[in-house]
Structure formats: C-alpha cells, structure tokens
C-alpha cells in the first residue's frame, strides 16, 4: 500500500512547532513535503526536517505547486504574520484537495480566517484542534462541529520528556522573560482583530522594575518573540549586563530558569506544562490574560508581580500536562487521518 502524501504549509512559530513534531513523529507513515516560510524555517531546520523554503509564495504560486506535488492532503498553520497559509488553504480547496489547518493556541480563533461576517466560507475542509481547552473554544466561537477534530498535539509530550531542571544554582534565581510580538505587522493585526494591546509596552519595564526590587541574587533574561526580526539574535544577561545568544532553543532557556513571565505568549503554557513557576503579567486595565491554564499565576499589579518573582516556591506536574498526554493517546494523528482521506 502506496504511503499517503501530504503537503504541509506554514509560516509562523506556533503552527510551526506543532506541524513540525507531528511530521517528525509520523515521517516513516507519510510522505511530507514541507513548505516552510519566516520563523518556521528555523523551527523545521533544528528538528532536522526536509523542507523547502520558497522565496516568494502567493496564491496562483501555491495553487501550481499543489497541482505538481500532488498532494492526498494538505495541512497548513493559521498565523497572523502572512498570507502565505492562506494561499494554500484556498488553492486546495479550488483544486478539490482535502485540507484542514491546525489551530495552535487558544486566541482570535476566527480573526485566523478573516473575521468578518463570511469567516465561515474561508474555512478548510477540517479544522484540527490540539487539546480540551481549544475543542471548547472552537465550539464556542461558532466553528461547525462536523469540521473539527481532536489531534495530537506531541509538541506537549517532547517538553514533558526534557523534564524541568533543578531550581537555581545554589545562589543565583533565574527569571526568564518571554517578550510578546511587537512588529508593527502585529500591532496592526491586533487592532483589527479587537485585541487591546495599549498597554503591553508597559509590561517589560514593570519586569525590569520588579527583578531589581528582588535583590542581586535574581538575574534576568530577556527571550524576544520569534515573529520580531529586529530583536532576533538580542537578549539580555545577568540584570541586563551583557548579551545572551537569541539563537538558543525555547525549552534550553525554559530549562535554565527558576520563574517564567511573560503576557499571554503561548510559549507560558509551555514554561508551566515544564514544571516552572509560571506568571502572567498584564497591567491592570481592559486586557486579560486568556491562557485556560490553571498553573498559570495571573497577575495585573506591579506589587503582585515583585511578591511572585521573589516567591521562588516549589512547583508540581501540570495537571494540565497530566490531561494532554491521556488525549494524545485517544487521537493520535495517523488515526484521524485514516478517516479523512
């Protein structure tokens, strides 16, 4: 029996991280061919997966390479940072190729498709949601039930397997900062999108502010947001003394840290599924932090955010995690597949 071919596209970090572990994971049950652009190339290169990395993708390019691959399927991401996914989503569908695209987080689920009042029509043959909390807010925001289903998220189960290290040094507390989007690209996304974003350039001095009231044994790391090119490579070291490699994996610098902060970034529910304490900070004002995540601390002042860092408590297993292997196992990717081609 001839393996199954499948074309997967996808552009931002996210979707990336997700697709690039199911690929790997599944490599010997399908062929995969890999368009991968922006952020995901990185993602898909470290993983050692064969991909391609077009210069250029639009529509009618994404449609003639369809027809040349001939693909049985076609999965694609669902960033906000290009069009590119997009392009394959409807040129599968022009070319009557089953396709779905993987929703990697639980924000503006239906913004990822437009947003307008037609959203609905944009939508793939299948949209494939990676655990409880985002099955529910699929159906929540208006999704039709006979188009999602329950896959594997292993992304989940390769941290769980990378364990969380050991708390400090012995003298030193390490504070992990993960700097949220902050293209202009994003910026405007965001106001299209309703999301209140007016006073996040609060948040990274209220971090600064708040590592430094916690003593000389709390050092901080700053980790920019993949999507930001003029931060790429840039970091911050001991207090702000000094560079760090931007280049370093996610769950390296995860690893290193005692405390992870953040807004919302995805990467958060990655730090507690880790093990780490894990705290989200945002201002006090319209904006709430949205991650479903019980392990995660929420915070909006700057006094309960000093209290937590310097806090240095000790933490358990996600419960969280705990779920998401059990659902992993119950749908598997190659299973559903069965059933859709």
């Given amino acids: 029996m001839r393996k199954r071919k499948i074309l997967c596209a996808v552009n931002d970090a996210?979707?990336?991280?997700?697709?690039?572990?199911?690929a790997k994971k599944y490599k010997d049950k399908f062929n995969w061919y890999n368009v991968v652009t922006g952020p995901a190339k990185g993602i898909f290169r470290n993983k050692g997966i064969l991909c391609?990395?077009?210069?250029?993708?639009?529509?009618?390019?994404?449609?003639?390479?369809?027809?040349?691959?001939?693909?049985d399927f076609v999965i694609t991401g669902t960033g906000w940072s290009t069009n590119m996914e997009k392009y394959f989503m409807r040129a599968a569908k022009a070319l009557g190729i089953k396709s779905a695209s993987y929703l990697d987080s639980w924000f503006n689920y239906?913004?990822?498709?437009?947003?307008?009042?037609?959203?609905?029509?944009?939508l793939p043959d299948f949209i494939f949601i990676g655990d409880a909390y985002a099955y529910r807010l699929a159906l929540k925001s208006g999704f039709p039930?006979?188009?999602?289903?329950?896959v594997e998220n292993p992304l989940w189960e390769q941290f769980l397997k990378k364990g969380a290290k050991k708390r400090g040094d012995g003298v030193k507390r390490n504070i992990l900062y993960l700097a949220g989007a902050a293209s202009s690209r994003y910026r405007r996304w965001a106001l299209k999108a309703g999301i209140d974003i007016s006073r996040r350039s609060e948040v990274s001095g209220d971090i600064i502010d708040a590592v430094k009231a916690a003593g000389p044994l709390f050092r901080l790391r700053v980790r920019p947001?993949?999507?930001?090119?003029?931060?790429?490579?840039?970091?911050?070291?001991?207090?702000?003394?000094?560079r760090e490699?931007?280049?370093?994996?996610?769950?390296?610098?995860?690893?290193?840290?005692?405390?992870?902060?953040?807004?919302?970034?995805m990467a958060l529910a990655i730090a507690a599924a880790m093990g780490k304490k894990t705290i989200s900070y945002l201002p006090e004002g319209k904006?709430?932090?949205?991650?479903?995540l019980k392990d995660i601390i929420k915070v909006t002042s700057k006094g309960a955010l000093r209290r937590q860092i310097s806090d240095i408590?000790?933490?358990?297993?996600?419960?969280?995690?705990?779920?998401?292997?059990?659902?992993?196992?119950?749908?598997?990717?190659?299973?559903?597949?069965?059933?859709?081609?």
């Fill in 14 to 22: 996210g979707g990336a991280e997700i697709l690039s572990s199911i």
């Fill in 52 to 71: 391609h990395t077009p210069i250029i993708i639009n529509y009618d390019k994404a449609r003639l390479l369809i027809k040349d691959i001939k693909p």
């Fill in 110 to 122: 239906k913004e990822r498709f437009g947003g307008s009042k037609s959203w609905k029509g944009s």
């Fill in 145 to 150: 039930r006979k188009k999602i289903r329950n």
């Fill in 225 to 242: 947001h993949p999507s930001d090119r003029q931060y790429r490579g840039q970091g911050t070291g001991d207090r702000g003394q000094g």
């Fill in 245 to 265: 490699n931007g280049r370093r994996k996610l769950e390296d610098d995860i690893r290193w840290a005692d405390v992870v902060v953040g807004a919302e970034t």
């Fill in 287 to 292: 904006a709430q932090c949205r991650l479903p």
């Fill in 313 to 341: 408590s000790k933490t358990s297993q996600s419960a969280f995690m705990m779920e998401q292997v059990l659902f992993n196992k119950r749908h598997r990717f190659d299973k559903i597949m069965e059933g859709l081609f």
